[in-house]
């Protein structure tokens, strides 16, 4: 299966793709572009490598496939500028480098680690805060409403072009 | 936030003021869809706080469920077709 994208010249895409960014758009345009680019290229690597089968096994796999695509697509559109950013394209690499072994074990301390949680009695919003946005846990509260909005601003748009693309493929 | 009582004379030694807290909290809370809409001057930064939490829990969701959206589709459907027209009707 032959990828669509180098049917296209590459620099006429890209002029295109840089004429789409002169019309207003509310959000940043060059990290939706980077991003929609950037995913489609990864679902259409998915597509190639993964079988093609309905089998639940297959759907799922692929599943966690696309999601790790799209967090990563977007933490690379955003780039190494801002600190979440940074931390998701860090775990994104140590979970393709990481060994089977290595990731039990880190299964195995984070489920004790939330074991010993469950019986504390006042959630504490910020930590919550801190272990939802990547890379919350070493930044101070400063920092982390700042990165919080951009992180939330980036989900929008992530949830933004995947609906838009799904939509597209159910037609 | 409108009213900005400064009780920064309490906490003297923290180099970030309780003003800077509170101005990222009302930038955080204009991205809340929930708050955003009640428009209401009185949301205290713990429930700014707690319905991001939420908010973002609720994003990661609907990414988890375009996911599996998207990995059913992969299979039945032909990604010949022009990519350029999906950015194309993206970016509309």
Known sequence: ?171 | MSSRRSRSRQSGNSRITDDQINDLVSKLQQLLPEIRDRRSDKVSAAKVLQETCNYIRSLHREVDDLSERLSELLATTDTNSAQAAIIRSLLM
């Not at chain 1, 089968?53 to 796999?61: A, E, M, Y």
């Not at chain 1, 860090?90 to 949680?117: D, H, L, P």
């Not at chain 1, 504490?124 to 070493?138: A, I, Y």
Request: glycine residues 2%; proline residues 2%; hydrophobic residues 35%.
């Open chain 1, 1 to 171: 299966m032959v990828v669509c994208l180098s049917i296209y010249p590459k620099k006429s895409l890209q002029l295109y793709l840089a004429s789409m960014n002169s019309k207003s758009l509310s959000s940043n345009p060059c990290r939706k572009t980077s991003f929609t680019r950037r995913f489609l290229r990864a679902l259409a690597e998915i597509r190639r490598e993964e079988p093609n089968s309905s089998s639940h096994v297959d759907i799922s796999r692929r599943c966690q496939r696309i999601k790790v695509a799209a967090y990563a697509s977007m933490a690379s559109a955003v780039g190494s500028k801002r600190a979440w950013s940074r931390a998701m394209i860090c775990k994104v690499r140590n979970r393709a480098i990481c060994r089977a072994s290595m990731r039990q074990k880190i299964k195995i301390s984070k489920w004790k680690k939330a074991v010993a949680n469950k019986h504390r009695r006042d959630v504490n919003q910020e930590d919550e805060l801190r272990r939802l946005v990547p890379g919350g846990k070493s930044m101070d509260f400063c920092k982390l409403l700042e990165e919080t909005a951009h992180y939330i601003k980036s989900l929008t748009t992530q949830v933004q072009v995947m609906r838009s693309i799904a939509d597209y493929y159910s037609t």
